[in-house]
T-cell receptor
Framework: GNSVTQMEGPVTLSEEAFLTINCTYT??????LFWYVQYPGEGLQLLLK?????DKGSNKGFEATYRKETTSFHLEKGSVQVSDSAVYFC??????????FGQGTELSVKP | GAVVSQHPSRVICKSGTSVKIECRSL??????MFWYRQFPKQSLMLMAT?????????EQGVEKDKFLINHASLTLSTLTVTSAHPEDSSFYIC?????????????FGPGTRLTVL
């Protein structure tokens, strides 16, 4: 079946450090891939997405490339800020419109 | 962008009472709405999928008689937690998809924190 696996958190970084959050998936067919961010006490916001292999999604300095050969969609940011502290969810959307979420990775950025 | 609202944002109720949570798409027609439950420091668990004008499809293990879902219009879906108990305390999040540019992308509401005493 379809599944998403993320690296475990929490991830603690200093401001301006480089961020990578790994995400790999298992799916039949050709899913769309997403990264969502959840700030404390809030719902989810779409951060970026990619709909086909080799697409790169980007937003607010975050990037992720859809790698079909490695079934991965790792999230990266070159220089994190304190305001990036949140929980990040990788997800795929395959058939039927349902989203399959990873377990979430908590990011804490210290000044 | 597409906006989804939820009301109330938080609710506290006594055990045995019922609670209704509303999910609205403010600037698009939501052909499909999803209801999720999230426990502290955990991922979202899909509870059910509802299409406007038809019965909701519940995920395995979700009690349909306890979590009543209604999607009577293209902009409103409601989740009613009937005879709530402390173990129903959770963060409930809805999302919606529409047509056109909003097809195949889910837009999430801000969530509702339910506490059952």
């Amino acid at each position: 079946g379809n599944s998403v696996t993320q690296m475990e958190g929490p991830v603690t970084l200093s401001e301006e450090a480089f961020l990578t959050i790994n995400c790999t998936y298992t799916a039949t067919g050709y899913p769309s891939l997403f990264w969502y961010v959840q700030y404390p006490g809030e719902g989810l916001q779409l951060l970026l997405k990619a709909t086909k292999a080799d697409d790169k999604g980007s937003n607010k300095g975050f990037e992720a490339t859809y790698r079909k050969e490695t079934t991965s969609f790792h999230l990266e940011k070159g220089s994190v800020q304190v305001s990036d502290s949140a929980v990040y969810f990788c997800a795929l959307n395959n058939q039927g419109g349902k989203l399959i979420f990873g377990q979430g990775t908590e990011l804490s950025v210290k000044p | 962008g597409a906006v989804v609202s939820q009301h109330p944002s938080r609710v506290i109720c006594k055990s045995g009472t019922s609670v209704k949570i509303e999910c609205r798409s403010l600037d698009f027609q939501a052909t499909t709405m999803f209801w999720y439950r999230q426990f502290p420091k955990q991922s979202l668990m899909l509870m059910a999928t509802s299409n406007e004008g038809s019965k909701a499809t519940y995920e395995q293990g979700v009690e349909k008689d306890k979590f009543l879902i209604n999607h009577a219009s293209l902009t409103l879906s409601t989740l009613t937690v009937t005879s709530a108990h402390p173990e129903d305390s959770s963060f409930y999040i809805c999302s919606a998809t529409g047509t056109g540019e909003s097809y195949n992308e889910q837009f999430f509401g801000p969530g509702t924190r339910l506490t059952v005493l």
